[in-house]
């Protein structure tokens, strides 16, 4: 299997991609944990083109797609954003979202998608994710060297999530 990782901007394109992995990614986040009317409502704001655009536009927003013989398999979506507490006075970034699509969620796809993210983010210090708690990456995450820092709740559903750090040596 062929891996590459692209940067993906605001294009018609790039926009088509971004909908297709996040809506996946929303719909298996969420899919049997809330009313069906609400996961609607949430999916129609979050796939707005005037939504998407202005986010992947933002300078401090960097969307990475990777692709498994020409055909998108997942997305890490890294911003600016408030940090936890535990990385005051640190520069960090935030995984927004890393998701890989489930019939391509294999090591090899985690981890070409992980290194460039890393390789993006070399200027950072730390780095943190939050996911659901029952969210199959936190071991991949654990493995990459990801500590769980707190318990959350990830908006805008109020789920039960953890909130993992990375810090470099």
């Not at 992995?21 to 129609?44: C, F, P, S, T, W």
């Not at 990777?66 to 997942?74: I, K, N, Q, S």
């Not at 990801?146 to 805008?156: A, G, M, R, T, V």
Request: charge should be negative; proline fraction near 3%.
């Amino acid at each position: 299997m062929n891996l590459q990782t692209k940067f993906t901007i605001a294009s018609e394109e790039g926009l088509k991609m971004l909908f297709l992995l996040k809506k996946e990614h929303i719909q298996q986040m969420y899919g049997n944990q809330v009313d069906a009317e609400d996961l609607r409502n949430y999916l129609d704001e979050q796939l707005s083109n005037q939504n998407a655009a202005d986010q992947l536009n933002n300078l401090s927003t960097q969307l990475i797609t990777v692709f498994a013989d020409a055909e998108p398999a997942g997305y890490a979506l890294i911003k600016q954003a408030l940090a936890p507490e535990a990385l005051k006075g640190i520069k960090a970034i935030n995984y927004a979202s890393f998701y890989i699509l489930e019939k391509y969620d294999s090591q090899a796809i985690r981890e070409c998608l992980w290194k460039k993210c890393l390789s993006v983010t070399n200027f950072y210090n730390a780095f943190w994710i939050e996911l659901l708690q029952n969210d199959p990456l936190i071991p991949f995450f654990e493995d990459c060297g990801f500590k769980i820092n707190q318990l959350s709740q990830l908006e805008p559903f109020g789920k039960k999530s953890v909130v993992m750090i990375w810090r470099r040596n």
